[in-house]
């Protein structure tokens, strides 16, 4: 049997032989010769492998310059692929949330082709800041006297505490202290920041005189966080901003609200659940407003902070702030996404997280029948195919009850098993372009409401 094995061994070409092969020296012009030689002694390996466990050649073996070619285009692949989001959640926090407006698009793509005027100032010919040309522009939007840009609202909670509240106690109410995604909870930032929290109230109720009685020499900020990601009912009381505020001044303290998921728009003129406005804070006298950029406003991650202008000043003074910072393809798109809100009019068709959340359940079903006979050529023989009402929801912790009614593709495996519902998801995720749904009572349901290129999903159905 040795002999066998020793046979197949010799029956392996040599890399200078595979070289030689046109189709093989075709890959090196496209890939580089250095890639593919790498490329065909990993083949090489692992057909010496296959060879002791099977006492065979692989199957492959016959066709080298394919399969040579199928690891290279394999490994050319981005680790960041774009995805069909059919999952019925419009800011799927690991699909990348927010979908940028083509304007954003374009801008990160000329930030990234040519130098920008980053930290140049063109009216003094000398070194400018960073944040400025964004910061005019919030300003503008929401009525704050200075923004600050950091890369994400954790990072913007972080640098708040610990530029004004190092070795001091803050005073958040307990019903507050919230856990965001990957486990990250607020009482774990505070102590990262080097400040130490006071809790008031209880888990549902909070009072004005909760916050009063807790203010000491040591206290340095009052602080509100929106429980963006969940919802207390029933028997609650919560201390308004403006009630906030108010004892700020009597105390001479700051008071600092991290909105999260913060809209730049008022929510219900589109028929949406209303969520509070970061302009609207700095209108009641909130000192500094923090809030993502990649979630209801629709831009690229970052953390936005507004607020008064001195303790912006003390933000962008900190050491954090540089470790914070976002670079300059973030600040082009975030910029292009915030110019956009100039033509409120224009808002529901140019950005795509709004015209999602607004499209209307009818357009969506009449989609929807119109995919119907289509899914079905590419998928009936194995599926029972229909349209069933659906909830989509919002995401990234933004508005957790509400739901919004639109219409699903299900497919019910004809045979019942749930291991051909699995293998047919899996088959999707192996695509180009991976399909992504979600599976609920046996079937596989594909949300319409964010899908936009109908072509594209027919084809990764039928390939």
Known sequence: MEWKVNNLFCQLPSIDSLLRQPALQALAGEWGHVRLVATLRD??????????????????ADDWAGCASAQLQQQGRSGLRPVL?????????????????????????LAMRSPVTLEYSLDEAGRGHRDRALADRLCQLTGAEDACIVNNNAAAVLLMLAALAPGKRVIVSRGELVEIGGAFRI?????????????????????LKDYRQAIDADTALLMK???????????????????????????????V???????????????????????????????????????????PQAGIIIGKKALIERLQQHPLKRALRVD???????????????????????????????????????????????????????????????????????LPVDRLPGTALTLTPRDGSGSTLMAFTGKLREGDVPVIGRIHDGSLWFDLRTLEDEELFIRMLGA
């Open 43 to 60: 083949m090489q390996q692992s057909a010496r492998e296959h060879i002791r466990q099977h006492r065979q050649l692989p199957a492959w």
């Open 85 to 109: 989001n059919l999952s019925g959640t419009v800011l799927h926090t690991n699909l990348g949330r927010a979908q940028l407006a083509e304007s954003a698009v374009a801008a990160a793509a």
């Open 187 to 207: 009482p774990d930032v505070m102590t990262q920041a080097g400040c130490t929290l006071h809790e008031v109230g209880t888990t549902n109720r909070t009072h």
């Open 225 to 255: 966080v929106h429980t963006s990601n969940y919802q207390i009912q029933g028997f609650t009381k919560a201390v308004s901003e403006a009630e906030l505020v108010a004892l700020g001044e009597e105390a001479g303290l700051p008071v």
């Open 257 to 299: 609200v991290d909105l999260g998921s913060g809209s730049l728009i008022d929510l219900s003129q589109y028929g949406l659940p209303q969520e509070p406005m970061p302009q609207r804070l700095i209108a009641a006298g909130v000192s500094l407003v923090s809030f993502s950029g990649d979630k209801l406003l629709g831009g």
């Open 328 to 398: 300059k393809i973030t600040l082009a798109a975030l910029d292009a996404t915030l110019q956009l809100y100039r033509q409120p009019d224009k808002l529901a068709q140019q950005l795509p997280t709004l015209r999602f959340l607004t499209r209307p359940q009818a357009e969506i079903h009449a989609q929807g029948l119109r995919l119907l006979p289509q899914v079905e050529a590419a998928c009936g023989q194995q599926f029972c195919v229909a349209l069933a009402p659906c909830s989509s929801q919002i995401g990234s912790g933004s």
